[in-house]
């Protein structure tokens, strides 16, 4: 009982969810950009060409309640800061280019927030 309390006092902190005595409502989050990146290249490491509807059914970025309608403009938001190379939108063909592994990535992040 008290293992479970101390999660749900983290997710509410957190606000990831709201609790009273009966329930836990979870709700969807904005996407912090660092957060993204940081994700996106743990769940894909290795430079290259990805279909977008992986990432919208990635298990793990499903699990950070991050507002699904947000994934895309936070791709572009990436592709702004040069963190990923393309989004690509053409037809039926949803893809984005990622050109570095995630210690370089990490790497990056770190001198923005450093020149900040």
């Known amino acids: 009982i008290d293992s479970g309390k101390a999660v749900v006092d983290a997710l509410t902190a957190a606000g990831i969810a709201r609790a009273d ?8 989050r904005d996407i912090p950009v660092s957060a993204f990146a940081f994700i996106l290249h743990s769940e894909f490491p290795n430079p290259g060409m ?9 298990r793990v970025i499903r699990a950070m309640l991050w507002k699904p309608d947000r994934l895309l403009p936070s791709l572009y938001e990436l592709r702004n800061q040069g963190l990923i190379s393309k989004v690509s ?7 984005f280019t990622t050109k570095f592994k995630l210690i370089d990535v990490v790497d990056r992040l770190i001198t923005k927030r450093g020149n900040s």
């Open 21 to 28: 005595k009966t329930k836990v409502t979870f709700a969807y």
């Open 50 to 58: 990805f279909d977008i509807l992986k990432l919208e059914q990635n």
């Open 89 to 95: 939108e053409i037809d039926n063909v949803r893809q």
